[in-house]
């Protein structure tokens, strides 16, 4: 079984010299999908606040190089304009152009409404929410200012997740969110689509990474193997190669779709 860091040997690079970046890409699901990005030819811009590995290990950007890819790393807060409009600059600055953005930084904060503070409140809907807002809005203005490859200008891939259209147990705000983010993608879809502009999302389901804490509490494991008809949780590797697909030429005639990736939960 290959992994999202390998490649078959007669498979072609999906993305080969295409520039991309990915938020969120220090640690997790979005460290995922920068170094598949890279092993399929892309240039990749990484964007966290942090270059710290929350599962361990050597800093993205520099693993990616280790394994012969082309990346950076662009210290960002998705949800300070400035710094958004200055990653974009400075990836434009470097390759040229922007291919594909993927909006993968997010925070969580787990609480029922009754305890939930006004500040983590807003702190959520600033970096899950405004964050991807932001992104969208950099990337769209720059994806106009250049010519397309084929018929595409640019490709946008949010990540959304199965907690924006089911709810979750006492986690109200990271959910409120994603259902924003799923309504973001179809609006950005539908408005620029006319400009060569594709815009998707993918939505994960249980994804074991890293992150500890309330993910790894037995009863939310348990809710979670129960409602997974497939037989295992899934892995970064999985979201990272349906990004991957959306972020390709394979993705023809397809835009505005929340693409689910959840082993079947939402199926069930």
Same mark, same amino acid.
């Given at each position: 079984?290959? *992994?999202?860091?390998?490649?078959?040997?007669?498979?072609?690079?999906?993305?080969?010299?295409?520039? =991309?970046?990915?938020?969120?890409?220090? *640690?997790?699901?979005?460290?995922?999908?920068?170094?598949?990005?890279?092993?399929?030819?892309?240039?990749?811009?990484?964007?966290?606040?942090?270059?710290?590995?929350?599962?361990?290990?050597?800093?993205?950007?520099?693993?990616?190089?280790?394994?012969?890819?082309?990346?950076?790393?662009?210290?960002?807060?998705? *949800?300070?304009?400035?710094?958004?409009?200055?990653?974009?600059?400075?990836?434009?600055?470097?390759?040229?152009?922007?291919?594909?953005?993927?909006?993968?930084?997010?925070?969580?904060?787990?609480?029922?409404?009754?305890?939930?503070?006004?500040?983590?409140?807003?702190?959520?809907? /600033?970096?899950?929410?405004?964050?991807?807002?932001?992104?969208?809005?950099?990337?769209?203005?720059?994806? &106009?200012?250049?010519?397309?490859?084929?018929?595409?200008?640019?490709?946008?891939?949010?990540?959304?997740?199965?907690?924006?259209?089911?709810?979750?147990?006492?986690?109200?705000?990271?959910?409120?969110?994603?259902?924003?983010?799923?309504?973001?993608?179809?609006?950005?879809?539908?408005?620029?689509?006319?400009?060569?502009?594709? =815009?998707?999302?993918?939505?994960?389901?249980?994804?074991?990474?890293?992150?500890?804490?309330?993910?790894?509490?037995?009863?939310?494991?348990?809710? /979670?193997?129960?409602?997974?008809?497939?037989?295992?949780?899934?892995?970064?590797?999985?979201?990272?190669?349906? /990004? &991957?697909?959306?972020?390709?030429?394979?993705?023809?005639?397809?835009?505005?779709?929340?693409?689910?990736?959840?082993?079947?939960?939402?199926?069930?």
């Amino acid at each position: 079984m290959t *992994s999202a860091t390998e490649i078959l040997p007669a498979e072609t690079p999906r993305l080969a010299g295409r520039v =991309c970046i990915v938020t969120g890409g220090a *640690s997790g699901i979005g460290r995922a999908i920068a170094r598949l990005f890279a092993r399929h030819g892309a240039h990749v811009m990484i964007a966290d606040v942090t270059q710290d590995v929350i599962e361990g290990g050597t800093p993205t950007a520099e693993l990616i190089a280790q394994e012969g890819g082309s990346a950076l790393f662009h210290r960002t807060d998705v *949800s300070k304009a400035d710094q958004v409009e200055a990653l974009v600059d400075a990836t434009v600055a470097r390759f040229g152009r922007l291919d594909v953005i993927v909006n993968d930084a997010c925070i969580r904060h787990p609480r029922r409404l009754t305890d939930l503070a006004e500040e983590d409140w807003n702190r959520m809907l /600033a970096v899950n929410l405004t964050g991807v807002f932001l992104c969208c809005r950099a990337a769209v203005r720059q994806m &106009l200012r250049q010519d397309a490859r084929g018929e595409v200008r640019g490709r946008i891939v949010n990540l959304s997740s199965q907690h924006g259209m089911i709810a979750a147990p006492e986690d109200l705000a990271y959910g409120v969110t994603k259902a924003g983010i799923a309504y973001l993608t179809r609006q950005v879809a539908a408005d620029y689509a006319e400009d060569g502009i594709v =815009c998707n999302a993918v939505a994960p389901g249980k994804i074991v990474t890293g992150q500890g804490g309330r993910l790894q509490d037995p009863q939310v494991l348990d809710r /979670a193997r129960r409602r997974t008809p497939w037989p295992r949780f899934g892995a970064p590797d999985d979201v990272a190669h349906a /990004a &991957l697909y959306l972020a390709s030429d394979d993705a023809r005639f397809v835009t505005g779709i929340n693409l689910m990736v959840d082993g079947g939960w939402m199926a069930a």
